[in-house]
T-cell receptor, first 119, second 114 residues
Framework: IAGITQAPTSQILAAGRRMTLRCTQDMRHNAMYWYRQDLGLGLRLIHYSNTAGTTGKGEVPDGYSVSRANTDDFPLTLASAVPSQTSVYFC??????????????????FGPGTRLTVL | KNQVEQSPQSLIILEGKNCTLQCNYTVSPFSNLRWYKQDTGRGPVSLTIMTFSENTKSNGRYTATLDADTKQSSLHITASQLSDSASYICVVSAAETGANNLFFGTGTRLTVIP
């Protein structure tokens, strides 16, 4: 593995079903994020984790849950999918989440995305 | 309200031509501004980053400028190539902790035609 990977690449899901999107990074980054990208809206933060064992809510967390049992993995779960969750989901990671520190530009590295369709 | 606005929404240019993409923001307090390139079906990849004291940064044929007084940035692409076809996203970071310190523009979709 080099960088950050996501699985599956795409998925079609019936409404009401449970789905877990997987994300793994091998850069030993402390912070990880989940975004959704919808046409005309740009990237919106769903959940984040500043370090293993901690998680937080982003801009659009409803209907989603995350866990961070270790540094490398950050799965996103849809407990009961709805059509409005049709989107492209991106996982990202960064060394830290302290953007304002001099020399720490907090670059986020993004995975290739998961295209999810909920019918 | 912290916002990032990009223009134009989309742009079509001929191969070999130059173009300039715009980003205006109201994010405060400001930490840094980053331009990302997102190829179709891929995740965004960072092109440049600028902090408050920097007003220009180049990466090959990409040159970003920043005017922190007017809160404007531009991304200039020189001698465009077909591979430049992508969405370009402006991301502004606020100088505070927490994951919600990043503000994303909706992107400019650039198409370079032969």
């Amino acid at each position: 593995i080099a960088g950050i990977t996501q699985a599956p690449t795409s998925q079609i899901l019936a409404a009401g079903r449970r789905m877990t999107l997987r994300c793994t990074q091998d850069m030993r980054h402390n912070a990880m994020y989940w975004y959704r990208q919808d046409l005309g809206l740009g990237l919106r933060l769903i959940h984040y984790s500043n370090t293993a064992g901690t998680t937080g809510k982003g801009e659009v967390p409803d209907g989603y849950s995350v866990s961070r049992a270790n540094t490398d993995d950050f799965p996103l779960t849809l407990a009961s999918a709805v059509p409005s969750q049709t989107s492209v989901y991106f996982c990202a990671s960064s060394a830290t989440n302290r953007a304002f520190l001099a020399g720490d530009h907090n670059e986020q590295f993004f995975g290739p995305g998961t295209r999810l369709t909920v019918l | 309200k912290n916002q990032v606005e990009q223009s134009p929404q989309s742009l079509i240019i001929l191969e070999g031509k130059n173009c300039t993409l715009q980003c205006n923001y109201t994010v405060s307090p400001f930490s840094n501004l980053r331009w990302y390139k997102q190829d179709t079906g891929r995740g965004p990849v960072s092109l440049t980053i600028m902090t408050f004291s920097e007003n220009t940064k180049s990466n090959g044929r990409y040159t970003a400028t920043l005017d922190a007084d007017t809160k404007q940035s531009s991304l200039h692409i020189t001698a465009s190539q077909l591979s430049d076809s992508a969405s370009y996203i402006c991301v502004v970071s606020a100088a505070e902790t927490g994951a919600n310190n990043l503000f994303f523009g909706t992107g400019t979709r650039l198409t370079v035609i032969p």
